[in-house]
């Protein structure tokens, strides 16, 4: 499977899957955000990709750029089911920095910041809006609401937790935009189970990326 980077000029950015020989067709190529990611971090949309496209991968996931290794090997354990392997690899580590702010993915749909206070880590709110009913994005100091697709990817995966695994891989493909060291769902929403948030989490932390669950987002 490869995975192309695209944008377009009326504000919109994300991944096309393009299946080789051997792979599954998605039922959607696609996985976009109304908003134009500036900053790619080649190893989050590695990440993404994983956690989109990677089911669909017979066993090769192919990017445009080098993925380090250390992210590489963690995406080729999550998919260790299908052997997939990553390609091309950069073996010199990525010692990129994006902040140290956290992202609360909220799936309210209402539209608020968190209670931010200097000295302390700053949190993002980011809600992830269905582009069946909503489009574009509002991104003020503390949240953004985007329009995404990743309901679509949500609802014709097969797997359960698919609806956070894709809002998940939106906050992944933000995170870098966003100076995000860290992304935090809330606890009704988990719908993984404890051996797959494990497996979440060491596929997000080589990229720079802490996973955590909330009781609430609220």
């Known amino acids: 499977m490869k995975i192309k ?9 994300g991944m096309l899957a393009i299946p080789e020989g051997g792979d599954t067709q998605p039922p ?10 500036e900053n790619i971090d080649q ?3 590695a990440v993404a990709a994983a956690l989109v496209f990677g089911q669909y991968a017979n066993d090769r996931l192919m990017f445009e750029k080098p993925i380090s290794a250390v992210v590489a090997r963690a995406v080729e354990v999550f998919l260790r089911e299908r052997l ?21 993915l909220d799936h309210s749909g209402a539209h ?4 931010n206070q200097l000295g302390r880590q700053r949190h993002i ?7 069946e009913s909503n489009s574009g994005g509002l991104l003020t100091m503390d949240s ?10 949500a609802q014709r995966q097969p797997m359960r937790s698919s609806e956070a695994l894709s809002s998940l891989a939106a906050g992944v493909l933000l995170s870098a935009d966003l100076s995000a060291a860290g ?3 809330c606890e009704s929403f988990d719908v993984t189970g404890p051996i797959q948030t494990d497996s979440l989490r060491a596929l997000l932390e080589p990229a720079g990326l802490s996973l955590s669950i909330q009781a609430t987002c609220g």
Do not use: K, M, Q
């Not at 696609?30 to 134009?36: M, Q, S, V």
């Not at 709110?125 to 582009?131: D, E, S």
């Open 112 to 115: 608020s910041a968190p209670d």
């Open 144 to 153: 953004l609401r985007v329009a995404s697709n990743a309901w679509l990817h």
């Open 43 to 45: 190893d989050r949309v």
């Open 5 to 13: 980077w695209t944008a377009n000029s009326f504000g919109r950015s």
């Open 183 to 185: 992304i935090a769902t």
């Open 125 to 131: 709110r980011v809600c992830i809006l269905p582009t």
């Open 84 to 104: 997939v392997r990553v390609d091309p690899v950069n073996y010199v580590e990525n010692s990129s920095l994006h902040g140290d702010s956290i992202l609360v």
């Open 28 to 37: 959607v190529d696609t996985f976009y955000l109304d908003y134009i990611v």
